[in-house]
């Protein structure tokens, strides 16, 4: 059973830090692109970050260009987000996704498999 799973979410206040993880089992996603989105309350799950099967090859929204980072560790079959000079509008669960394609994308549905989401709170 294939599963993603995310960690690292909480409570930072803003301009502060936080590391986010996603940790795939039941099979090896090394050949694919990665992605990280969220979904704050009563608005659309948007895309964040991407990144290409290599990790050579990455893509942003414009929301967090300069602040978020995306990283791959295929060995460990984890990617990562560090999320730098937090704003109180990145409060949003947070979901992790593999997608059925190596090279980065930005489209949802070309992510076949989703994590169950991390609560971050971003507090002004």
Do not use: H
Not at 34 to 49: H, M, S, T, V
Not at 104 to 113: A, D, F, I, K
Request: contains cysteine; charged residues 20%.
């Amino acid at each position: 059973q294939v599963q993603l799973v995310e960690s690292g979410g909480g409570l930072v206040q803003a301009g502060g830090s936080l590391r986010l993880s996603c940790a795939a089992s039941g099979r090896t996603f090394s050949g694919y692109a990665r992605a990280w989105f969220r979904q704050a309350p009563g608005k659309e799950r948007e895309f964040i970050a991407a990144i290409n099967w290599s990790g050579d090859s990455t893509t942003y929204t414009d929301s967090v260009k300069g602040r978020f980072t995306i990283s791959r560790d295929n060995a460990k079959n984890t990617i990562y987000l560090q999320m730098n000079s937090r704003k109180p509008e990145d409060t949003a669960v947070y979901y992790c996704a593999a997608a059925n394609r190596a090279r980065v994308t930005s489209r949802r549905n070309e992510y076949r498999y989703w994590g169950q989401g991390t609560q971050v709170t971003v507090s002004s």
